[in-house]
C-alpha cells in the first residue's frame, strides 16, 4: 500500500477519499503492469476511468468545502490545481473514448495519476492541515 498515515489530514472525511484514491490508482497500476493480454485489461480500464470521472470531482468538492469552512488562504490556487486535474483525467477519458488501444496513453495516465496523487496528498494537502492546526481549527467535526 503506498498511502502512508503521515498523509492524514486529521479530517475523516478527507482522509478515507484520499485512501479510497490510493487505492483505486494501486489497483489500476496492477492491471496495467499483469501479464493478461490488453483485451482482458479493458474492463479495469474502463472502471477506473468512470470512478476518476466522478469519485476525483466529488472528492474535490468535498475538500474545497471544507477549506472554506476553515477559511483557508490557499482555496483559490489550490482549486486551480484540482480543476487542472479534473480537465486532465476528462482529456484522457475523451482520447480512450476515442481509441482504447492506445496503451501507451493508459501507461502514462497511471504513472501520472500516481505521481500527482503523492504529490498533492503529501505536500499541497498538508498545508491545509498546517494551517488548520495553526489556527486551531479542528476538522475532527467533518
Ligand atoms: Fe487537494
Same mark, same amino acid.
Given at each position: 500500500?503506498?498511502?502512508?498515515?503521515?498523509?492524514?489530514?486529521?479530517?475523516?472525511?478527507?482522509?478515507?477519499?484520499?485512501?479510497?484514491?490510493?487505492?483505486?490508482?494501486?489497483?489500476?497500476?496492477?492491471?496495467?503492469?499483469?501479464?493478461?493480454?490488453?483485451?482482458?485489461?479493458?474492463? =479495469?480500464?474502463?472502471?477506473?476511468?468512470?470512478?476518476?470521472?466522478?469519485?476525483?470531482?466529488?472528492?474535490?468538492?468535498? =475538500?474545497?468545502?471544507?477549506?472554506?469552512?476553515?477559511?483557508?488562504?490557499?482555496?483559490?490556487?489550490?482549486?486551480?490545481?484540482?480543476?487542472?486535474?479534473?480537465?486532465?483525467?476528462?482529456?484522457?477519458?475523451?482520447?480512450?473514448?476515442?481509441?482504447?488501444?492506445?496503451?501507451?496513453?493508459?501507461?502514462?495516465?497511471?504513472?501520472?495519476?500516481?505521481?500527482?496523487?503523492?504529490?498533492?496528498?503529501?505536500? =499541497?494537502?498538508?498545508?491545509?492541515?498546517?494551517?488548520?492546526?495553526?489556527?486551531?481549527?479542528?476538522?475532527?467535526?467533518?
Amino acid at each position: 500500500m503506498l498511502w502512508k498515515d503521515e498523509y492524514e489530514l486529521g479530517v475523516p472525511l478527507i482522509d478515507a477519499q484520499h485512501k479510497e484514491l490510493f487505492k483505486r490508482v494501486e489497483s489500476f497500476l496492477q492491471a496495467l503492469r499483469s501479464a493478461t493480454s490488453w483485451d482482458e485489461k479493458i474492463p =479495469e480500464i474502463n472502471k477506473t476511468l468512470d470512478f476518476m470521472k466522478r469519485y476525483v470531482v466529488e472528492h474535490f468538492h468535498d =475538500e474545497e468545502e471544507y477549506q472554506k469552512s476553515i477559511n483557508y488562504p490557499g482555496y483559490k490556487c489550490h482549486k486551480q490545481i484540482h480543476d487542472d486535474m479534473v480537465n486532465y483525467v476528462l482529456d484522457v477519458s475523451k482520447q480512450y473514448e476515442k481509441c482504447n488501444t492506445n496503451e501507451p496513453l493508459m501507461q502514462q495516465f497511471g504513472g501520472r495519476l500516481l505521481a500527482w496523487l503523492i504529490n498533492h496528498v503529501a505536500a =499541497e494537502d498538508q498545508l491545509i492541515a498546517a494551517y488548520a492546526k495553526k489556527k486551531g481549527v479542528s476538522g475532527n467535526d467533518r
